[in-house]
């Protein structure tokens, strides 16, 4: 099946920086790309869907100025959490779509994200 | 308004079968997928189900009724590390996937 690669899977921030976490189509071209939030025994909330080449689109209740998502190409999106605090800390997750199944099959592994 | 359905947690015997009900509601359909997740990981993908039927795939197999807005995620022959989160998710007719909040299994030896 398609790869997702999603980096890192584990970081650790002070309070106030910013943090950004790349996510990769390895072996297919993503038109699309989500990103979700994860909180511990809950399931996935959808933030933003990532459309290579123009912005991105963010669900209701996210703040994009906090959340930047870019996906510069059809294989790499990028969210970047900006002025972290520790509310932040989460799981985050991407996903892309396939361009050739039109379907959103796989996820990254995942990064979990720690502000101190 | 848009919904998933699924039990909040089963537990089910090693080497027997369960089965993980869902029932949905989206605006369109394009779609029914089931995910498994282990604690601290990501969704891993294991079906797609746009037509009405079983599809069967190792172990595991998947079942829509699109007239009903139902499916179910059949398990056979349980192992040990089945036990995990099990994720329901129907795909509306922008292409956007809904999610239930999963149904937690737990195998007994």
């Known amino acids: 099946g398609a790869v997702v690669s999603q980096h890192p899977s584990r970081v650790i921030c002070k309070s106030g920086t910013s943090v950004k976490i790349e996510c990769r189509s390895l072996?297919?071209?993503?038109?699309?790309m989500f990103w979700y939030r994860q909180f511990p025994k809950q399931s996935l909330m959808l933030m933003a869907t990532?459309?290579?080449?123009?912005?991105?689109?963010?669900e209701q209740g996210v703040e994009k100025d906090k959340f930047l998502i870019n996906h510069a190409s059809l294989t790499l999106s990028t969210l970047t959490v900006t002025s972290a605090h520790p509310e932040d800390s989460s799981f985050y997750i991407c996903?892309?779509?396939?361009?050739?199944?039109?379907?959103?099959?796989?996820f990254g592994q995942g990064t979990r994200l720690t502000v101190v | 308004g848009q919904n998933i359905d699924q039990p909040t947690e089963m537990t089910a015997t090693e080497g027997a079968i369960v089965q993980i009900n869902c029932t949905y509601q989206?605006?369109?359909?394009?779609?029914l997928f089931w995910y498994q997740q282990h604690a601290g990981e990501a969704p891993t993908f294991l079906s797609y189900?746009?037509l009405d039927g079983l599809e069967e795939k190792g172990r595991f197999s998947s079942f829509l009724s699109r007239s009903k807005g139902y499916s179910y995620l059949l398990l056979k022959e349980l192992q040990m590390k089945d036990s995990a989160s099990y994720l329901c998710?129907?795909?509306?007719?922008?292409?956007?996937?809904?999610w239930g909040a999963g149904t937690k299994l737990i195998i007994k030896p």
């Open positions: 996903s892309a779509r396939d361009i050739g199944t039109d379907t959103e099959a796989f």
């Open positions: 990532s459309n290579e080449g123009s912005k991105a689109t963010y």
């Open positions: 189900n746009v």
């Open positions: 989206t605006s369109g359909f394009n779609g």
């Open positions: 072996d297919f071209q993503a038109t699309t």
């Open positions: 998710a129907g795909m509306d007719s922008n292409y956007q996937l809904i």
